[in-house]
């Protein structure tokens, strides 16, 4: 067996879980020439390596991936906490996912990770009670999230809303707060251009009246619209900044459409990509195309799809009938879509069974390239060199 596959296998079956014991044996099975081919070929791009959550003991714990040759490197081992939704900002060069606590106690926490030292800390020295729904500002600067629990050095009253985090000062802005607007923001998603954040925004007296919001710094949230009555899900902005994209259904249990907004004056909603029947969600624009990714049941389960912006043609990508495909993200140079694959019947219950779920790699034409145990990809560069680097951190909460 080549040297790097033994390495890096032997690393994998090391005494952490049983799902290294799946690992180990999925890292073993490469050949030595394509491995040997694929060491030498790793560029550091982050569109080549991915990281990721895979279950653990009572919870979740954080992985990464080389995709180009199938190694893992463990970033976290922990029984006291669950660690979940990374995502990597390449001008950050960090982590940041959110950790919650398995104890009984509502805790949870943004946390950014440096995968070279080890090094994690709270996006802010003084953490919240509950920091959820965390995303990246594309220049790397900022995260803002969602909070629950007063910040009470900036108002008394104020128990909910969005902050925007500093990341190198600690200082925060408050972009929202739940009673000043009367809605609580349920998803956050920055624009390309880094000036604005889209959410959408739940009513806590009405459950079907959701309303689209627009975040600036310095500025109150303005909802948008007219849209339609109903709920909403996943907004997110067209790559020109001047339309809003975002799920819909008019009652719970309908099947959703994927609609669009013109930020213009007295533009109108239009749904896009959809068909009456069909459940269509998750949309996922490409960032260097115009194109996005979308998850719809219309070839019966739940699979991928390509969808032209201009035209709204669809191209099937997947075709599971046993899995279903859920959560896809788009690799930064808008060649490659990680996306999780979830049973059928774990999928139809909600079931949150996650030592069930793959997450999987494709191109744009839908060639798999990649697959492992694991839930909520976010790519990022992978890393050099047979031996896992800063392979295992270990949290305050198990010392």
Known sequence: MNETVTRTASWLCGPFSSLSILLCVAAASLSATNTATAADALSGKASDGLVFAAAAEGGLDLWRARIADGALQRLSQSTDLDERWPKWSDAAGRIAFLERNLDGMIRSNVMLLDPVSGERKNVREKADLVQRLHVWSPDGKFVAHTFRMPPREVKEVTDAGVAIVDIATSKREIASESEEIGYRMLSLAWSKDGTSIVSHGRSPKDSTDDKLWLLKSGNKPRPLGPVPNGIYGQPTFRPDGK??????????????SLMQLELTPGSRTRRIASTPRSDDHSATVSPTRNEMVI???????????????????????TTDTELSAAHPVWSPDGERIAYVVIPNKLYEKSEKKFEEYLVRVIDRKGKQLFETTGTMPSFMPPWKGTQPVASYVENSATK
């Open 295 to 317: 998850v719809s049941d219309r070839i019966g389960t739940a699979n991928l799809l390509l969808v032209d912006l201009e035209t709204g043609r669809p191209r099937i990508l």
């Open 243 to 256: 339309a809003i994209l975002f799920e819909y259904q008019q009652v719970r249990k309908q099947p959703r």
